[in-house]
């Protein structure tokens, strides 16, 4: 523990700010407790055959129908073959195949991928955006400290 002792306070700032990004992104990160996920499933309002539940309804953010027109697809299929026992190296539901597992988009072999295949879905998104600000306050701080600044 006393290899530990000079870098306790670098240790506290890293967990305070992995800390803050779970309490921002706490709302989202267990859906079934506060009933709210990141994914726009209300983007899917705008298309025929859900367009015909809600029919004044309005999108929040088109922009946003990507995650739930081919991101959250993608996940899924990994998913799938993955219990399926294989190697998603062929997307056959578009055209008559294309090649997906090189396909950097669908990220198969990035290593946070994992709560997609792990979590359910809605679940999913939460933890992987919380974790992804974490880590990217932690390698801010990394980076702040490899350029000479001090500890807060």
Do not use: C
Request: aromatic share 14%; glycine share 6%.
């Amino acid at each position: 523990m006393s290899r530990l002792r000079p870098y306790r306070r670098d240790l506290a700032a890293v967990l305070l700010l992995v800390g803050l990004a779970l309490l921002w992104f706490a709302p989202v990160l267990l859906p079934p407790l506060f009933g709210l996920t990141l994914l726009p499933y209300d983007n899917l309002y705008a298309f025929q055959p859900w367009r015909a539940l809600q029919p004044g309804l309005v999108p929040h953010n088109e922009l946003l129908s990507d995650l739930v027109l081919e991101n959250a697809v993608w996940k899924l299929h990994v998913r799938a073959a993955l219990a399926d026992g294989q190697i998603p190296l062929w997307n056959p539901q578009l055209f008559t195949g294309q090649p997906f597992f090189a396909a950097g988009q669908a990220s198969v072999l990035y290593p946070l991928s994992i709560l997609f295949y792990l979590l359910p879905i809605n679940v999913a998104y939460g933890w992987f955006t919380a974790l992804q600000v974490g880590l990217a306050g932690v390698n801010l701080y990394i980076f702040a400290r490899v350029l000479g600044l001090r500890r807060p």
